[in-house]
């Protein structure tokens, strides 16, 4: 897959879910951008729209619509893994099949640190998980985008390192259909529809896809059906209703031991037979967006998130089999008022107003099990969470080469938990509000460079039980407070060469890691923690034919005060995080029908647990190769080999007693067909 990136040191082109106002391919930037450049097509819209990452003095990078719309993934978790500086845990196991995480954070489950949003709508579950990007086909997607730190004030719950926030296909008249057959039995057919008028606008998307893996009983079947429609009846004001549903099931292939791994990466355990998960799942948003002048815009949004995940799973030979069910229905609304003056004495004036609350009803149900029987439950828990927050946000130029951008959030909490085994009923955690002040600051000493920093706060709270005052505790938890910075300079002395270099820092007070197989979902205290990294960046066009494009990542996760019940962790690194991370590629045009790509990703071994005594894992170089053939100006032919060299990969634990393994796929190969109309 061609990988081209956006990448920005600042955000001077708003880029908003395309719900929200006209869309139109990016081309080359304006002498105006200043800070922000684009490498591929991404679909932006009005540049004064509320709510947006126009006023971003932060990492942001953009994933372009064209180059999502080709790729070939099982999940689109895969896709997202492929932006810089973002970490991939591919667990491969079944619907629980991986995540992304960012600046310094692993993707374990433990600490979710990521805010998920689809067209703008929160998209996590309530541990902080990300099953509704499930839902999202490549060929629905217009673009993604990336915002890493803790300076932007948009979103608290679930913000702790940044945002994602994918964005699909709304307005124009098209017809864009694809199939794909391949390795492991492989068939994906995708097909997204629009029809536009001067009013109405209307699309579809309907996906499904069907593999039996590359490890024994691993299978796989995902089905997704997406509708939206918007109405504008005035140039002005926009409202539209998106409604997608999603049913996937998925065999579970389950771990094996270091032995197994290397003699059978492709097997399974005979105990594993009964493993695996059903997943339905619905998203239902309304939008309005109001631009009554050229200096004002309103945007709203109110949804419902629905989700049913039923897994049974068995993690190794002398554990029982477990059944965990999830029963969430999330609802909320979020609103952002912009209003931009024309002020003689500045350059420029920002101000920006906003507020989202999101409230949570959940069921959380596990068993004992033996081959899908029930034998005991060992958890029956009922909870509610309300989350809302408040922002403010101004950006202020003085002159045409200093930009200053000071915000400041609140957030607070409520809820209660029940557990339904007993009969104990408890409050939510008086976390009280959370108060998180940011400030960003951008100069440009010459036309090409401009050097940028920031400093905000962000926050994590308890997700299940852990939000909540439980016995034998009697005193309220407080939130655990991240506080971070970032460094950069962004060159681009022209359309041909751009890069971008970014030292970054985050500490974080009281960090809480959840306990993924403790049955009343209590949490471990990790303590205060350290991560820091640098992160480069380069986009070269090096000829009209041929252009390359390169990220690196180095960073560091330790652990500055532990929990006082485990002092000898001090200093110490934190799982699952690897020191280094790097992708890269060349796209090479070779005719006017056909082009060639070849990419590459990898990164350095991982501590196994925080005693960083049970060795290191999860080192990787992959490559592949893709070629596109243009048949006509409808019909395009791809062909796509993934990890070339068949090299070895796998995702490792530690279950207390051993190491426990999950190969990822070897080479494979992929051919498809995309008609567009």
Do not use: C
Not at 241 to 246: P, Q
Not at 277 to 292: A, E, F, I, N, V
Not at 384 to 404: F, K, M, R
Not at 575 to 601: I, N, Q
């Amino acid at each position: 897959m061609s990988l081209r990136i956006v990448l920005l040191a600042s955000a001077s082109l708003a880029l908003v879910p395309p719900a929200f106002a006209d869309e139109a391919p990016l081309a080359a930037k304006s002498s105006q951008d200043g800070v922000a450049f684009t490498v591929g097509e991404v679909q932006i819209t009005a540049a004064g729209a509320a709510g947006s990452a126009k006023s971003l003095l932060t990492s942001v990078d953009r994933l372009g619509g064209d180059v999502a719309q080709a790729a070939n993934v099982d999940y689109a978790w895969e896709l997202i893994g492929k932006m810089p500086g973002v970490l991939v845990t591919d667990f491969n196991q079944g619907t629980t099949s991986g995540k992304f995480s960012f600046r310094g954070f692993n993707g374990e489950g433990e600490i979710n640190a990521v805010k998920l949003l689809v067209d703008g709508v929160p998209s996590n579950g309530n541990d902080g998980n990300m099953p509704y990007l499930d839902m999202v086909f490549p060929l629905d997607i217009a673009g993604v985008e990336v915002v890493r730190g803790t300076s932007d004030p948009r979103y608290g719950l679930h913000a702790i390192a940044g945002s994602a926030n994918i964005m699909t296909r709304v307005g124009g008249t098209y017809l864009d259909a694809k199939v794909l057959t391949g390795s492991y039995a492989t068939y994906d057919a995708q097909a997204s529809a629009g029809y536009e008028t001067d009013k109405i606008s209307q699309n579809y998307l309907v996906a499904y896809r069907e593999a039996d893996g590359y490890r024994d009983h691993g299978a796989l079947d995902r089905l997704s059906l997406a509708g939206k429609w918007f109405y504008r009846p005035t140039d002005s004001l926009r409202a539209g209703l998106i409604a997608r549903y999603y049913k996937g099931s998925a065999q579970e292939p389950g771990y094996l031991t270091a032995g197994q791994a290397a003699s059978a990466p492709r097997s399974t355990n005979a105990y594993n037979r009964t493993d695996g998960d059903t997943r339905k799942m619905g998203q239902y948003s309304l939008h309005l967006d109001w631009t009554p002048t050229s200096a004002l815009s309103w945007s709203n949004s109110i949804y419902v998130n629905t989700l049913r995940d039923d897994r049974y799973v068995k993690f190794s030979a002398t554990t029982s089999q477990q059944r965990r069910y999830t029963d969430e229905d999330h609802w909320g609304a979020m609103s952002a008022l912009r209003y931009e003056p024309q002020i003689a004495s500045l350059s420029r004036l920002v101000f920006e107003i906003g507020g989202d609350v999101q409230r949570q009803d959940n069921i959380s149900l596990r068993f004992n099990t033996v081959e899908r029987v029930v034998s005991s439950q060992t958890r029956n828990q009922k909870f509610s969470l309300t989350v809302g927050g408040v922002y403010a946000q101004s950006v202020i130029e003085p002159t045409d080469w200093l930009t200053l951008t000071p915000a400041w959030r609140i957030d607070w909490v409520d809820g209660r938990f029940l557990n339904r085994l007993t009969g104990v009923a408890a409050p939510v955690n008086d976390y009280g509000a959370i108060q998180q002040p940011k400030f960003s600051v951008a100069v440009r000493p010459v036309h090409d460079v401009t050097v940028y920093g920031n400093w905000g706060k962000s926050f994590q709270v308890g997700v299940g039980s852990g939000a909540y005052l439980i016995a034998p505790r009697v005193t309220d938890l407080a939130p655990s407070i991240n506080e971070g910075w970032e460094a950069g300079v962004r060159y681009a002395a022209t359309d041909r060469l751009t890069a971008r270099l970014a030292i970054w820092g985050q500490t974080a007070t009281g960090e809480l890691k959840r306990k993924l197989n403790d049955p009343s979902g209590d949490f471990d205290n990790l303590g205060a923690t350290k991560r820091e990294g640098v992160d480069l960046q380069v986009d070269a066009k090096l000829t009209p034919r041929l252009k390359v494009w390169g990220a690196a990542a180095w960073q560091r996760a330790k652990i500055r005060t532990p929990d006082p019940a485990t002092p000898a962790l001090k200093g110490n690194r934190i799982d699952h995080v690897p020191a280094r991370m790097f992708s890269g590629g060349v796209d090479f045009t070779a005719t006017e029908k056909l082009t060639l790509s070849a990419s590459a990703s990898g990164q350095s071994a991982y501590e196994l647990t925080t005693s960083n005594d049970r060795g290191r894992y999860g080192d990787y170089v992959s490559l592949d190769l893709d070629a596109t053939y243009k048949v006509n100006s409808r019909l395009a032919l791809s062909l796509q080999i993934k990890n070339l060299t068949d090299a070895d990969r796998e995702y490792v634990w530690w279950d207390g007693a051993q190491t426990l393994h999950s190969p990822a796929d070897g080479r494979t190969a992929f051919v498809s067909a995309r008609v567009r109309y």
